[in-house]
């Protein structure tokens, strides 16, 4: 008998495919940038670039250390996403070719100190406020010292993922009224995932896409996702109706039932307030998660499961068991659940046929 363990498989195959089925959504003049911050929402980023490396424009990172170890794995672009605040980070930025996004004034000084505007993506806050300059701020800095020069505007959505929110029409319309007052070889880039999907005519110059690569988008269903989180069954006992389950017995039988208990707790990763009746797969089955996730294991109802024994596997989300159903039922998002799984979890990665 081998060493149970749970296992978190990541499939690039399925990430090549999810890459062609958006840029099937796109202009054909728009680039593609594979957002691959936080190790590639946890897909183990060196192994994902080399794998798609001949499908993108480029990419988006956040940390510094990210796009230096990226760059020696791609010659394609590479956006520092948080751009630089130090004349140190800066240079180094440059040693490595890196783009960088200019978000405030602080980070402009850097770049007027050293005189260098290529590659600058400077980004506008449209409606987030969470970073970007704003309208007559950055239209300061345009004429002062970017008349002339080439750059690319960016901005992010909010609430790509909710087309019938009114923020995406306001957030366009300011995106929109600045860069009108730009030269007209301004390139721009406004769409993550979401946007792409409800909004394919602001695909602009540049997209950036992330979640929908991993499949992680909901609300399609032609995206997979691209990771298989499973853990063995490492016990099997019956109840009778009126038993509690797990920690302060939530869980209460209502009727006799079969409970597994699966190898995968909160130290894995799952979170700790994971509801009832969430859906899980046995055997190609519907399993429910039935009692709270405790550090160590996971309890699950498998009544219904025909042949249900130890060492089977329990499956959390898989390409054929989206890892929205989890995120959507439990008011949890999908970029949470692929970050979060912990080192102890043993990962692969499946080689690219
Ligand atoms: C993470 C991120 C993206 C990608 O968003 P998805 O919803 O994952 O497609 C795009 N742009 C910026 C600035 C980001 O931080």
Redesign the pocket.
Known sequence: MSRLSTELLIEPSIVRDNILELKNQIEDKSNF?A?I?SDA?GHILTNIVRDIDDLVDGY?V?RLEEAIELRKLSKKKILL?QGVYSNEDFLEACENSLDL?VHNSHQFEIIKKNNYFNNLWF?INTGMNR?GFEEEEFLNIYKNYLTEKKFTL?S?LSA??VPSERSNENQFKRFDRLSNKLHSEVLKSI??????LNFPDKSFDWV???????G??IGNSQLKTAMTLRSPIINIRDIKKGEKVGYDGRAIASKDMKIATVYMGYADGLPNNINDGTIVKVNNQDAKVFGKVSMDVTTVDVTNIKNCKIEDWCVFFSPKHSINNMASSNKLIS?DLMIRIKSRVKRSYKKLV
Request: hydrophobic residues 45%; aromatic residues 14%; glycine residues 16%.
């Open positions: 940038m957002i911050k929402y988006g956040v996403m996004v980004k970073l960016m992010h790509s993922n769409a993550n995932t979401g946007c792409i950036r896409v992330g979640i929908g690569i991993f992680g988008y970029y």
